[in-house]
């Protein structure tokens, strides 16, 4: 097997320009060849998500490793991505073929549907697939500025039709601060 680094997260020289100027940084090692080759990172749990065509939204920091058939690239996430701290962008993998992502403990897959919308805490949040509409939600209020709020200031809620994995435990947000 061989392993070679590639330039801009995968994308070229495009695509390293993009990562950049995002912030959105990504390094990406392509591997050819034949025999078995086992990907880690710091003992997180790695999740195997199949994608048929569809666009998997993830964190860079929470994206192990992609079938050579799926492109990556990068999109505007808004207040979402700032408030779990990972600044206004997110990585994007499409195609057909499987990613691999990492969470913190064995991350929970949450069915979104239009009778069953889904809010989630911003640093559980690993990624999601489907037709799905994001909403930056605040929950603070004067309970939380005198010390008896929930501890929970902001919120993502999913409406739609997709998936949403989050893991079992959480990394620290801005929003968990307040």
């Known amino acids: ?14 695509g390293m320009v993009t990562r950049r100027l995002t912030g959105e940084h990504m390094a990406v090692m392509e591997v050819k060849g034949h025999g078995t ?19 998997l939204h993830v964190e860079a920091s929470n994206l192990l490793c992609t079938d050579s058939s799926l492109r990556t690239g990068t999109t505007f996430t808004g207040l979402r991505g ?37 809010q989630v805490d911003p640093g559980a949040y690993i990624a999601h697939t489907g037709n799905l509409k994001q909403h930056f939600q605040s ?11 929930s501890g929970e200031s902001f919120q993502i809620r999913f409406e739609g039709e997709g998936l949403v994995y989050v893991q079992p435990s959480e990394r620290n947000t801005i929003g968990g601060d307040l």
């Open 82 to 118: 700032a408030s779990q701290g990972n600044g206004l962008f997110t990585t994007t993998v499409e195609g057909s073929g499987q990613a691999a992502i990492l969470s913190d403990g064995t991350a929970i897959v949450l069915r979104v549907t239009k009778q069953m919308p889904l």
């Open 139 to 149: 929950g603070v209020n004067f309970r939380t500025f005198i010390g008896e709020g």
């Open 37 to 55: 080759c086992y990907f880690a990172d710091r003992a997180s749990e790695v999740n195997l998500v199949t994608l048929r065509g569809e666009t």
């Open 1 to 14: 097997m061989t392993f070679k680094k590639m330039t801009g997260g995968g994308d070229g020289l495009r």
